[in-house]
């Protein structure tokens, strides 16, 4: 059903769930899975009237504990491994047709409050190394169920492009005795010509090598590793910045844009004290 398969030219693990290929596909909205379970209706995956966030397990996950068997044999040039790990689905409301944009901040803080948990406590099991916080957004983006939701991945391996920016800011540490992003981000109010939003908190901008149109990185003003570190201040300043980004994303091209956002924070075992707090929207427009 999943494992990990090695890929020896790029030496990283590659997820290969099958099984995923069965879940639910874009259903009425009165059929909808993750709405809440009213009186005499379709039973969904929350047994309520109504709720704030929801935090439950992936009906079809990439990576369980325990993990499945391994149903392919690998070899001394393709290793497999068992796909151990925990998906867990995030939903941000009972509203159905709903986005992280239609919150209020004091919700988008409480959000905030949730991952923060997940990352500790997902973090916490032996077997995991990293805690993926995401969202995609979007049919476009492959999604499948409409309803205002994110995910989390909890991996028994740190994700390449993870591992690439701990050792790019180890080596800028190392070479300047300065944090890499906390660098980047004083060349960003230097310049001061791609910053979308900021408080004392937070600051969103269209990085100088934005790889795609509309990417916007959210960088802490403080030098955080992970949501472990923040304070009530960091958690209402991410909330609001949030909120007038996903807002602006929708108001600049008038309907719900589709994107993918990521969460890069630090590892949950070993010691990163060079490595730096951010998101990463990927929007698809």
Known sequence: MSELRWNPQLRQWVIVATHRQDRTFNPPAEFCPLCPTLPGAFPTEVPAEDYAIV????????????????????????????????????????????????????????LIEVWTDRYKELGS????????????????????????????????????????????????????????????????????????????????????????????????????????????????GLAEVLKQLTRKYDDLFGFSLPYIMAIHQGPTKGDYPEYHFHFEFYPLN
């Open 55 to 110: 935090v439950f397990e992936n009906k079809f996950p990439a990576l369980s504990q325990p993990p499945p068997n391994l149903d392919v044999s690998g070899s001394e040039l393709y290793p497999v491994a068992p796909a151990e790990g925990v998906c867990e689905v995030v939903l941000y409301s009972s509203k159905h047709d709903g986005s992280l944009a239609d919150l209020d901040e004091e919700h988008i803080e409480n």
């Open 125 to 236: 099991k032996e077997a995991i190394e990293y805690v993926y916080i995401f969202e995609n957004k979007g049919e476009p983006v492959g999604v499948t169920l409409s309803h205002p939701h994110g995910q989390i991945y909890a991996m028994p391996f740190i994700p390449p492009l993870i591992k690439t920016e701990l050792e790019s800011a180890k080596e800028h540490k190392e070479k300047t005795g300065n944090c890499l992003y906390c660098d980047i981000l004083k060349e960003e109010h230097k310049e001061n010509t791609r910053i979308i939003t900021e408080n004392n908190e937070f600051t969103a901008f269209v990085p100088f090598f934005a790889r795609f149109p509309f990417e916007v990185h959210i960088y802490s003003k403080h030098h955080l590793q992970s949501f472990a570190d923040f304070t009530s201040r960091e958690k209402a």
